[in-house]
């Protein structure tokens, strides 16, 4: 278990990200510090997990359909948001390396297994696209593509700077991991995934 146990502050940030008033000064941490560089196989879905509308772009990569539906839903998200390319290109490197684009229960949260997703993950009580934990929101909110990614989104653009930094510390800044650096050897690949979206 790497870093220090978060308190239910992340759901005072999120509420305080739906009217975009988020503070930084608040320890941000999705994930628990996993070394995801060898991923677990995940656990056969129960039902498909995406929500909303879906491009259903042919998947590049050697992604599957699930994974590029997924890219879709971030950077559709973004592209809400009025985000640039590098916002969603750090989105979805996070995904990459949190979950390989899947939406994930938790198989330490049996709520988690009853609703949809795409496999089970063990990092403790993480869920999602982004492995959030809890604080961050309700399970069933976290397992929702549209709404990890804002809250991911909205704790982005909040970090001064971000753009001009590395995207592996910017995403870092949101999530906290124990593998800051881990994010980067996914880069290339989100930038291809962002682009054959904007196509």
């Known amino acids: 278990m790497g870093g220090l146990q978060k308190t239910s502050v992340r759901s005072d940030i999120v509420a305080q990200a739906a ?3 988020v503070a930084r000064d608040v320890p941000q941490k999705a994930s628990r510090g996993m070394d995801r560089s ?8 129960q039902q498909a997990a995406p929500q909303g509308p879906l491009l259903h772009v042919t998947p590049v990569g050697g992604l599957s359909q699930a994974q590029m539906d997924n890219a879709a839903i971030i950077v559709a998200v973004g592209g809400k948001m009025y985000l640039p390319a590098e916002a969603k290109i750090a989105a979805v490197m996070c995904s990459l390396q949190e979950t390989r684009l899947l939406n994930l229960a938790s198989g330490v949260l ?3 297994l009853a609703l949809p997703n795409q496999g089970v993950g063990w990092d403790h009580d993480s869920v999602g696209l982004f492995q959030q934990r809890p604080n961050w929101g309700t399970v069933p909110e976290l397992l929702n593509p549209e709404y990890a990614a804002t809250a991911f989104y909205k704790v982005l653009v ?14 870092q800044s949101v999530q906290v991991s124990a593998f800051p650096e881990a994010y980067a050897k996914h880069e290339a690949l989100a930038r291809q995934i962002v682009t054959a979206l904007r196509a």
């Open 38 to 45: 060898a991923p677990q196989a995940a656990a056969p879905a």
């Open 19 to 21: 009217t975009g008033d």
């Open 110 to 112: 049996p709520d988690s």
């Open 158 to 171: 909040t970090i001064p700077n971000w753009w001009a930094m590395p995207l592996t510390y910017a995403i």
